[in-house]
């Protein structure tokens, strides 16, 4: 099935309809304008704030009194009733953690191969059906995608901001970290729009401080900054110029596994070790979860306190008193710390820069409340580190700041980010070509010329790929498309435009060009993992109907869709590819065909999808095999299919 979807084409056709105009719910008037909001979606917590359309101040929304941070937690109760998010979620760590589900941002736009043995830290099931596409979250009886699971936390934010504000929300801006790939970016934009918002822009976190440090909004400022944000799930580090207005990433650098998370993790094991508890703390969910939960108080109280003390409970009446002091916690997490001092040096390096030519060292995130992480940082720069706004704050201000900026409401203050990986294509030999190098200023543009290596070549297959490698293959790849129709020419001939165009999000276009005939092909990469329009309107309509009764009849649907694009797939793919196959390969997958469109006809879910699983099972190997044949075909300068 993997192997026909991938060749699937996705259409990409706008849905969402911008709402025309706002009510104000408390007094049934029309508004002029419509806010914009803007939403730091954290690993750990979650926040959602706006410019106050009088004051002209960013601030974080509390609806209800209940503290404006959110925390990136979702709760399925038992009973089937609509999730919980954020404090109200959290209590069931304890207490039910299969159904409690944090992190969730660290699994977005990721398959299980990305996530490696980080797939068993977490307290959920996560799931590995297919190691290349995305991981999917078990509760109970159902699967759930990250991104499905970070719209519930959006839509969260999104009803707290319309609550408290007394208006309409529908559009945000939303930040991610700097390294954020193309998939990532990709999957927080559709997870705004499972949440019915309109996401105007991706901004990076650090970017988005910058600005709540009133950093950019002065155009006559120059000054080079460094965000150094270390969260509960990432660490990020950039490095940005001022410059006549103008605000400019000069590099980032970072780890989206680094973070306080990974203190509290240390701290636990520390105790699991020196006070030797018992190994159901390392195996049973709710110990595990009780541990990690008094890990982190420890870690919180100890940024303000020299000793720490709890009681930790087995649940068969035996209590287990730990403790730990303000050293051993400083000597547990300097590693820990190291870490992101190396990436800070390494960003100082790409920016070609030293700690001395900085003007101002920004922290954010809640991790560097910790002392040791103050001094550390302060030491390797050589200046005190700014921490005057609330590290847990400052990246959803500074997301209302921009969103106020594309409202149209700052008409002096423009940004520049870098794009955190390099894009090239994939040459002769699987060589990565790198066409934007990592850290370019985006939005940008960038091309190189190419040629044919054998004589008559009327094809050219483009594959786009991410990352730092030499080698395509240990790079991600983003797409691939072919240029078809070049004039058959000998070797070196023909002259073959490839320009990339990166938007402001990050998000990609190639159009390649051969130049003596002008036959051009253009497409937007799509990243592997995204969703079509289609899947997340289905999304959509899902969340809106009342989701539990229809659980079975949509999981149906759903099996019956996939089931018929297969069948559309296998049976062109026979057409197509008769002549190649053995006459023994088409009858047997023909019986195949036979049977999954008998289990089509029932409502038997199961078998539909043991019928699928048993066709593309046995139609995989000559379906590769034929690829293979295709693709020298192409080399050889013949026309494939
Ligand atoms: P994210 O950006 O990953 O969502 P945050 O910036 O909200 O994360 O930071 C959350 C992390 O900050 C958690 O690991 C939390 O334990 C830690 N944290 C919050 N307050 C403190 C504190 N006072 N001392 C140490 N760590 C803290
Ligand atoms: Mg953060």
Same mark, same amino acid.
């Given at each position: 099935?993997?192997?026909?979807?991938?060749?699937?084409?996705?259409?990409?056709?706008?849905?969402?309809?911008?709402?025309?105009?706002?009510?104000?719910?408390?007094?049934?008037?029309?508004?002029?304008?419509?806010?914009?909001?803007?939403? &730091?979606?954290?690993? +750990?917590?979650?926040?959602?704030?706006?410019?106050?359309?009088?004051?002209?101040?960013?601030?974080?929304?509390?609806?209800?009194?209940?503290?404006?941070?959110?925390?990136?937690?979702?709760?399925?109760?038992? &009973?089937?009733?609509?999730?919980?998010?954020?404090?109200?979620?959290?209590?069931?760590?304890?207490?039910?953690?299969?159904?409690?589900?944090?992190?969730?941002?660290?699994?977005?736009?990721?398959?299980?191969?990305?996530?490696?043995?980080?797939?068993?830290?977490?307290?959920?099931?996560?799931?590995?059906?297919?190691?290349?596409?995305?991981?999917?979250?078990?509760?109970?009886?159902?699967?759930?995608?990250?991104?499905?699971?970070?719209?519930?936390?959006?839509?969260?934010?999104?009803?707290?901001?319309?609550?408290?504000?007394?208006?309409?929300?529908?559009?945000?801006?939303?930040?991610?970290?700097?390294?954020?790939?193309?998939?990532?970016?990709?999957?927080?934009?559709?997870?705004?729009?499972?949440?019915?918002?309109?996401?105007?822009?991706?901004?990076?976190?650090?970017?988005?401080?910058?600005?709540?440090?009133?950093?950019?909004?002065?155009?006559?400022?120059?000054?080079?900054?460094?965000?150094?944000?270390?969260?509960?799930?990432?660490?990020?580090?950039?490095?940005?110029?001022?410059?006549?207005?103008?605000?400019?990433?000069?590099?980032?650098?970072?780890?989206?596994?680094?973070?306080?998370?990974?203190?509290?993790?240390?701290?636990?094991?520390?105790?699991?070790?020196?006070?030797?508890?018992?190994?159901?703390?390392?195996?049973?969910?709710?110990?595990?979860?009780?541990?990690?939960?008094?890990?982190?108080?420890?870690?919180?109280?100890?940024?303000?306190?020299?000793?720490?003390?709890?009681?930790?409970?087995?649940?068969?009446?035996?209590?287990?008193?730990?403790?730990?002091?303000?050293?051993?916690?400083?000597?547990?997490?300097?590693?820990?710390?190291?870490?992101?001092?190396?990436?800070?040096?390494?960003?100082?390096?790409?920016?070609?820069?030293?700690?001395?030519?900085?003007?101002?060292?920004?922290?954010?995130?809640?991790?560097?409340?910790?002392?040791?992480?103050?001094?550390?940082?302060?030491?390797?720069?050589?200046?005190?580190?700014?921490?005057?706004?609330?590290?847990?704050?400052?990246?959803?201000?500074?997301?209302?700041?921009?969103?106020?900026?594309?409202?149209?409401?700052?008409?002096?203050?423009?940004?520049?980010?870098?794009?955190?990986?390099?894009?090239?294509?994939?040459?002769?030999?699987?060589?990565? &070509?790198?066409?934007?190098?990592?850290?370019?200023?985006?939005?940008?543009?960038?091309?190189?010329?190419?040629? +044919?290596?054998?004589?008559?070549?009327?094809?050219?297959?483009?594959?786009?790929?991410?990352?730092?490698?030499?080698?395509?293959?240990?790079?991600?790849?983003?797409?691939?498309?072919?240029?078809?129709?070049?004039?058959?020419?000998?070797?070196?001939?023909?002259?073959?435009?490839?320009?990339?165009?990166?938007?402001?999000?990050?998000?990609?276009?190639?159009?390649?060009?051969?130049?003596?005939?002008? +036959?051009?092909?253009?497409?937007?990469?799509?990243?592997?993992?995204?969703?079509?329009?289609?899947?997340?309107?289905?999304?959509?309509?899902?969340?809106?109907?009342?989701?539990?009764?229809?659980?079975?009849?949509?999981?149906?649907?759903?099996?019956?869709?996939?089931?018929?694009?297969?069948?559309?797939?296998?049976?062109?793919?026979?057409?197509?590819?008769?002549?190649?196959?053995?006459?023994?390969?088409?009858?047997?997958?023909?019986?195949?065909?036979?049977?999954? !469109?008998?289990?089509?006809?029932?409502?038997?879910?199961?078998?539909?999808? !043991?019928?699928?699983?048993?066709?593309?099972?046995?139609?995989?190997?000559?379906?590769?095999?034929?690829?293979?044949?295709?693709?020298?075909?192409?080399?050889?300068?013949?026309?494939?299919?």
């Amino acid at each position: 099935m993997l192997f026909f979807s991938c060749l699937a084409a996705a259409s990409l056709l706008p849905y969402l309809q911008m709402a025309k105009v706002a009510i104000n719910l408390a007094t049934g008037a029309i508004q002029q304008e419509e806010l914009i909001v803007g939403i &730091d979606l954290g690993t +750990t917590n979650s926040l959602v704030a706006y410019v106050h359309p009088e004051t002209r101040q960013p601030a974080a929304i509390n609806d209800l009194g209940r503290g404006a941070i959110v925390p990136s937690v979702v709760h399925f109760p038992p &009973d089937g009733s609509s999730p919980l998010v954020g404090n109200e979620a959290k209590d069931f760590l304890l207490s039910d953690p299969a159904n409690t589900i944090y992190s969730v941002k660290r699994l977005l736009g990721k398959s299980y191969r990305d996530l490696g043995q980080h797939a068993g830290q977490l307290g959920y099931k996560v799931i590995d059906d297919d190691s290349e596409g995305l991981v999917k979250i078990r509760v109970g009886e159902r699967f759930y995608s990250p991104i499905e699971l970070s719209a519930d936390i959006l839509r969260e934010l999104r009803h707290r901001a319309e609550h408290a504000l007394k208006t309409p929300v529908r559009r945000a801006v939303i930040t991610v970290p700097a390294y954020f790939n193309d998939s990532q970016r990709q999957a927080t934009r559709d997870a705004g729009r499972l949440a019915g918002l309109e996401v105007l822009r991706i901004v990076n976190e650090p970017t988005a401080a910058a600005l709540a440090y009133g950093i950019g909004l002065d155009p006559s400022d120059e000054k080079t900054v460094a965000v150094y944000d270390l969260g509960g799930g990432t660490f990020d580090i950039s490095i940005l110029r001022l410059h006549q207005g103008i605000f400019e990433v000069m590099s980032t650098h970072g780890d989206t596994w680094l973070g306080g998370d990974d203190m509290d993790r240390a701290i636990g094991e520390h105790w699991q070790s020196i006070f030797n508890l018992p190994n159901t703390f390392g195996q049973v969910p709710a110990l595990q979860q009780q541990l990690r939960l008094a890990a982190e108080m420890a870690k919180r109280y100890l940024s303000q306190h020299d000793d720490f003390t709890t009681q930790l409970l087995d649940g068969d009446e035996h209590v287990y008193v730990v403790t730990l002091t303000k050293a051993e916690f400083n000597a547990l997490i300097a590693p820990l710390v190291e870490r992101t001092l190396a990436a800070c040096r390494q960003a100082l390096g790409d920016a070609k820069l030293t700690p001395a030519s900085i003007d101002a060292v920004l922290l954010v995130g809640g991790s560097t409340r910790v002392p040791l992480v103050q001094q550390e940082v302060a030491k390797f720069f050589g200046q005190p580190a700014n921490n005057s706004l609330n590290p847990d704050e400052v990246v959803a201000l500074g997301a209302a700041i921009q969103a106020d900026i594309l409202a149209g409401n700052r008409r002096d203050v423009l940004l520049l980010d870098v794009t955190p990986l390099t894009l090239g294509i994939e040459t002769l030999g699987g060589l990565m &070509d790198a066409i934007i190098p990592r850290n370019s200023k985006i939005p940008t543009k960038a091309g190189r010329q190419y040629t +044919t290596s054998i004589d008559g070549q009327v094809n050219l297959k483009i594959g786009v790929y991410q990352g730092e490698r030499d080698l395509v293959s240990e790079n991600r790849k983003l797409g691939e498309f072919v240029l078809s129709g070049i004039p058959a020419m000998p070797a070196g001939l023909p002259k073959i435009d490839v320009n990339f165009f990166l938007n402001a999000d990050g998000i990609l276009r190639v159009e390649a060009v051969e130049l003596r005939s002008g +036959t051009r092909q253009q497409v937007d990469i799509k990243p592997q993992y995204g969703l079509t329009d289609e899947q997340v309107e289905q999304m959509l309509m899902d969340s809106l109907t009342n989701a539990k009764q229809d659980v079975a009849a949509r999981l149906l649907i759903e099996a019956r869709t996939a089931a018929e694009q297969l069948l559309y797939q296998v049976e062109r793919f026979l057409k197509k590819n008769a002549e190649h196959l053995e006459a023994v390969e088409i009858t047997t997958t023909t019986a195949h065909t036979d049977l999954l !469109r008998q289990a089509l006809a029932g409502n038997d879910r199961d078998l539909i999808l !043991r019928r699928m699983d048993e066709l593309d099972e046995f139609t995989r190997p000559f379906a590769e095999r034929v690829m293979n044949i295709s693709i020298k075909q192409a080399m050889s300068g013949k026309q494939i299919g």
